[in-house]
DNA sequence: GCGATGCTTGACGTTGACGTAAAGGGCATT
DNA sequence: AATGCCCTTTACGTCAACGTCAAGCATCGC
């Protein structure tokens, strides 16, 4: 456990936060400006504590849950700071199950859509079939590709 | 089978759609702005054919699965009248596999959520229950709560 | 003829989360 | 002294997917 992040007088450059966390110096001001972050300024410059680096983490990590800036700005607002983190924990429980509704539902689009994509398939066949048999092969691979996605047995994620 | 509706004289004006799509005008002639939709034309008015509805139910799904307009008009003019269903279900497939990676990096968030919020109650624990056992009730319905938000049995996802 | 509807086009507004450019201070190296 | 780099602020730009007027035909029933 890296106790070297938690010594209070332990502070960062907006641009070493940006680079450990990828973000840019322009959303951190934003942030800022949003009342989500009010680091410490020596002169013109801001220093953020360890405090602000542990509210920016929670920040991102609200963003990747699908929580908007202003949400967790009222969390933030709503809970003192002794337990933002189990707050935040909840509204983000909350908002997972919302996307999983959501989710369900086009998962209902998907399998609709891959019953037309059979089902196409199989009229694409038989009108080979009848009109091109010398293209077959063909649609076999695509059907056969077809499959594979849904099965999901290929294309390990390819990078980028 | 509505044959009714596949009918080639069958037409349909915007408001029509609107209402069986729950779409507004507006949303329809954004879509003709952006080339996703050519309705052909009765003097002013605009006026669709069944073909023009085939192709909005296509926006539609395409939109719900994830796709945004631009996508879909690509694959509109990337693949011909001929299998456009298909082409786009090959997208939507796609899509959903991507959306699928996201999730699955959500979902390790939410369960370090989980896993601090755990944590975070035992270490409350501990403190009340060292300083003020009085309080220890409490603390074990706000426990209880929490649980029963990650089990999911409470909440019937309310509506609105 | 008149108002109510429903259609049209055009143009500007909105929301969220920043990007980007302009203009400048501060400090270090050359 | 000049260059370069990082920081600052202010302010306007962007992108998607429409919403929201405004202004104007056209048709309907009365």
Chains 1, 2 share one sequence.
Do not use: W
């Not at 809970?79 to 509204?91: F, I, K, L, P, T």
């Not at 009108?127 to 092969?137: Q, V």
């Amino acid at each position: 456990m890296p106790t070297e992040l938690r010594r209070p007088e332990r502070t960062f450059t907006i641009r070493q936060l940006c680079t450990e966390f990828k973000a840019t110096p322009r959303a951190l001001r934003f942030y800022e400006d949003k009342g989500l972050l009010t680091p410490a300024r020596d002169g013109m410059n801001r220093v953020y504590s360890y405090k602000d680096r542990a509210r920016l983490i929670l920040i991102l990590r609200g963003k990747r849950v699908g929580l908007s800036l202003q949400e967790i700005r009222e969390i933030f607002e709503l809970y003192g700071e002794e337990d933002e983190v189990m707050a935040q924990n909840a509204h983000s429980l909350k908002k997972f199950k919302e996307k999983i509704v959501v989710l369900e539902q086009q998962r209902e689009d998907i399998d609709g859509a891959i019953a037309e994509l059979h089902e196409a398939c199989e009229r694409l066949e038989r009108h080979l079939a009848d009109k091109r048999p010398d293209l077959l092969p063909k649609a076999a691979d695509y059907d056969q590709m077809m499959r594979a996605r849904v099965d999901g047995h290929n294309e390990p994620v390819a990078a980028k």
